[in-house]
T-cell receptor
Framework: DVKVTQSSRYLVKRTGEKVFLECVQD?????MFWYRQDPGLGLRLIYF???????EKGDIPEGYSVSREKKERFSLILESASTNQTSMYLC?????????????FGPGTRLTVL | KQEVTQIPAALSVPEGENLVLNCSFT??????LQWFRQDPGKGLTSLLL?????REQTSGRLNASLDKSSGRSTLYIAASQPGDSATYLC?????????FGTGTSLTVIP
């Protein structure tokens, strides 16, 4: 069975902390994505990666960075967490070109920044 | 930029009813269209993927259609059940990104 896992389901952090969210996929997919989901705003793309060590900015990259050192792992980093980064974070992966293949999601991480 | 719209935003139906969810997109240069289900507080579960060359795709009680030229897709759910209650999202890949609608929240009343 296809699997995308995320390191935490729930996370509570303080303003100014550095936060790491990790995502692992077991499908040998080239493409990996980080989204955040907020009520009324839908899913918004933060960053995506189409290969190891490659990354592209999405629609809302400010305040975030990413790392992809291995094909199966894609990390999202909040350099200095702020309350407006409280959200649901969703990781996804897809094979081949992003457009030609099905996208699979992890269970999500609900992050609260106090 | 691709824009994806889902109407209605919310829908409430009695159990057993057949229903249709709508998805429209502005840029017809898509590779495929994917329908997802999301339960509260959870990730997205893929339901159906329709390739751009297809017109329909079926899985159990679900049937999805795609009309690229008019920029529309529908998800038909037959004989709805309370377990179908969830938010349904459509997504279209354009270029290197997937663009999502804001979803239709479905409640099936027993």
């Amino acid at each position: 069975d296809v699997k995308v896992t995320q390191s935490s389901r729930y996370l509570v952090k303080r303003t100014g902390e550095k936060v790491f969210l990790e995502c692992v996929q077991d499908m040998d997919h080239e493409n990996m994505f980080w989204y955040r989901q907020d009520p009324g705003l839908g899913l918004r793309l933060i960053y995506f990666s189409y290969d190891v060590k490659m990354k592209e900015k999405g629609d809302i990259p400010e305040g975030y960075s990413v790392s992809r050192e291995k094909k199966e792992r894609f990390s999202l980093i909040l350099e200095s967490a702020s309350t407006n980064q409280t959200s649901m974070y969703l990781c996804a992966s897809s094979g081949g070109l992003a457009g030609g293949h099905e996208q699979f999601f992890g269970p999500g991480t609900r992050l609260t920044v106090l | 930029k691709q824009e994806v719209t889902q109407i209605p935003a919310a829908l409430s139906v009695p159990e057993g009813e057949n229903l249709v969810l709508n998805c429209s997109f502005t840029d017809s240069a898509i590779y495929n269209l994917q329908w997802f289900r999301q339960d509260p507080g959870k990730g997205l579960t893929s339901l159906l993927l329709i390739q751009s060359s297809q017109r329909e795709q079926t899985s159990g009680r679900l049937n999805a259609s795609l009309d690229k030229s008019s920029g529309r897709s529908t998800l038909y759910i037959a004989a709805s059940q309370p377990g179908d209650s969830a938010t349904y999202l459509c997504a279209v890949p354009t270029g290197n990104q997937f663009y999502f609608g804001t979803g239709t929240s479905l409640t099936v009343i027993p």
